[in-house]
């Protein structure tokens, strides 16, 4: 009441009191009765813009006004367009700090009408920050087009940056045509807006600026690699820290930074699992396509990434050019485990291969070990057992434990008629796609049969064979089949197939890239994100992307190496 007496008898010490007051904050409940106070009785645009409070104050003050009234930023915008039109009482100097303000506490759409009236005002300062809110709020593409056009580079550039977060082909296209500006300004917003879209194909382009004529261009480069992030782009600020211009050499030192601190933040994000698989041609001659997957540490989720959060490199030389494409996330499946009968307990590299392919394996996903007898091994086989369904397992303990026993040999059949079980169509309750993956280690002597080629063909399995030995019954069976056949010399090596093989099924990108060292031995792959990161190494393909693929590894494979 002593204060509603001081409002009623002396409205200037009232006032003056009550921005005392708030210069120490918003957050009180005494604090937020004065401010429903001056929303009440007409005293928030002067609070405002009064130079007592400073530019963060009066902003925290305007977010107070609006849960008091949530229509306090239409009246603030009303009166604002009314002082551009010249029936207002804001003076010029507090028009900006107003239009900073109605940035932060409205979404534009809102104030619109006010803002138009606005936009009539001839400083092309104060315009652009107009661009910009009203870009915001509207995140019409035709509106910030016709922007574009506008003579004064600040409006262009806040017309690009109201796009910010808009994921359509319009709003890329847009931004591709605004990366042509003649303006630095304006390029470095496209290029930034691309860049936090996943637009790798922007990534050249930053890359070049950075060795522009112009030192605004060159500064501006340094600008987007630090609000980027990215530490791939690390050894091109170092390069800046040279540059003849004092403004370019402190925004890259600035850049620099910034990038550490989100090295920083990054370590202590989630640790993920990243596996590669080089696959068949790619479209353009030359260059090489793999398929990527990226996975929790415990392998039941696959989190989703940016194509510009995937850094390549081919013996320690950047790739530049790159393109990953999204695939649908794999549905459940049913994955047939083709093993040699082991007559020891655990402990052969074939188990271990596929024990290490559990921390991939999903809740949804089936399981069917299918040990089967080498040529060798086989004493009057029993036919009657290729007629009997596999067992599926979805429990990671479950399938352990079966590769901890000893399966026993009246219960397996020979390597055709095991992989007869599998593809077979009233094989057992199968889950979503069939997949084989079959392990050798003894040449196979006879052939497959048409009947079984058949029969696999309509099953659509997709075949992966990881032989110990050469093995042309198997290859000729990948080759009729659409397959893929791998022969792996150590025991480690098989280890890294049979990863990849299973990789292969949960695979979620296409990537395609341009060598960066023909002669590479080794490609690097880091995943670096805010909610995670992890890193790969692949030894490079030997035969040239583009031939026919005899899909056999190089006796020097190593194993895939996850860093923890």
Known sequence: MLIRGLLDDDREAFYSNTIEILQTGTDSRGAQYLVAL?????????????????????????RAAVRVDSAADIKLAR???????????????????????????????????????????SDPHLRSKVVLIIGRGNQSVTWAQKRLTEADHRVRANAVEALWGVDTAAVRNLLHYAARDQNNRVVGNA????????DCSVIPEILNMASHDSSLFRSTA?????????????????GLLRDANDVVRKQGFAALGQIKTAAAHTVHASHWRVAGLFVGASARPGSRRLQLAVASEDGREQPRIRPTELILSEDGRQVVTYKVVERPMAQAMSVFLVLPRS????????????????????????????????????????????????????????????????????????????????????????????????????????????????ATLASRALVQVVSSVPNPALA?????????????????????????????????????????????????????????????????????????????????????????
């Open 79 to 121: 009166r604002l367009a009314d002082c551009v039109t010249g029936s207002g009482t804001v003076q010029p100097a507090d028009i900006g700090r107003l239009l900073e303000i109605l940035g932060e506490i409205s979404d534009g759409t809102r104030i619109l009408p006010s803002l138009m009236r606005v936009m009539r005002y």
């Open 343 to 454: 007559g020891a307990p655990p402990g052969s590299p074939w188990n271990e291969a596929v024990l290490g392919c559990l921390r991939w394996k999903r809740p949804s996903d089936l399981w069917a070990l299918m040990p089967y007898l080498p040529e060798s091994d086989l004493e009057n086989p029993d036919a009657s057992l290729a007629d009997e369904p596999a067992r599926f397992h979805s429990n990671p303990e479950t399938v352990a434990a079966a590769l901890g026993a000893v399966p026993a040999r009246t219960a397996c059949t020979d390597l055709w008629s095991t992989i007869w079980r599998s593809v077979r169509s009233d094989n057992g309750p199968v889950r979503g796609k069939r997949h084989l993956i079959i392990i050798s280690h003894t040449e196979e002597t006879r052939s497959a049969g048409m009947s079984l080629i058949s």
């Open 191 to 198: 290029l930034i807006g691309l860049y936090w879209l996943g």
């Open 476 to 564: 000729s069976l990948c080759s009729r089949v659409h397959g893929d056949f791998r022969i792996a010399a150590t025991q480690e090596e098989i280890a890294a197939l049979v990863e990849q093989a299973y990789v292969n099924l949960l695979a979620r990108y296409d990537v395609s890239y341009e060598p960066a060292c023909p002669e590479a031995s080794t490609l690097k792959i880091r995943v670096h994100a805010p909610s995670g990161w992890g890193e790969s190494e692949l030894p490079l393909p030997t035969h040239l992307p583009g031939e026919p693929s005899p899909r056999v590894a190089s006796p020097s494979l190593r194993l895939l190496r996850q860093r923890s």
């Open 38 to 62: 001056l929303v009440a009785n007409d005293l928030l645009l002067r609070a405002v813009c009064d130079p007592a409070l400073s530019t963060e104050q009066a902003l925290s003050l305007a």
């Open 222 to 238: 340094a600008w987007i690699m630090g609000q980027s992030g990215d530490s791939r782009f690390t050894e091109t600020l170092a």
